[in-house]
């Protein structure tokens, strides 16, 4: 039987950000969508989706975009850690001893 979309390999994209990006600027340059969705394998709201996410940007900018999502994910983690923190401490001092 042949693989429907989601299975095989987990969490794998099919596509690095230079090659993304090298498609977006060929959508920006004018080449019809649909020529190049085909050509790449992917459906139309793909191509969209990256477009709107990597409009303008060149290699070096999608790493440092990367970059900075790893760093907010890392931060949002430690508030997290800390919130939860403050409210183990204010259990703790609510109690009577």
């Not at 099919?14 to 020529?35: C, H, S, W």
């Not at 477009?51 to 508030?79: Q, S, T, W």
């Amino acid at each position: 039987m042949g693989q429907r979309a989601g299975e095989g390999t987990p969490n794998k994209k099919r596509f690095t950000d230079p090659q993304i990006i090298k498609a977006v600027k060929k959508l920006e340059g004018g080449i019809r969508p649909k020529d190049l969705f085909r050509e790449m394998g992917v459906t139309q709201q793909t191509l969209y989706h990256w477009k709107k996410k990597f409009k303008g940007m060149d290699v070096v900018d999608a790493k440092r975009l990367k970059e900075l999502e790893a760093e907010n994910a890392k931060l949002k983690r430690l508030v997290a850690d800390h919130d939860l923190d403050i409210v183990i401490l204010k259990d703790v001092n609510s109690k009577k001893w």
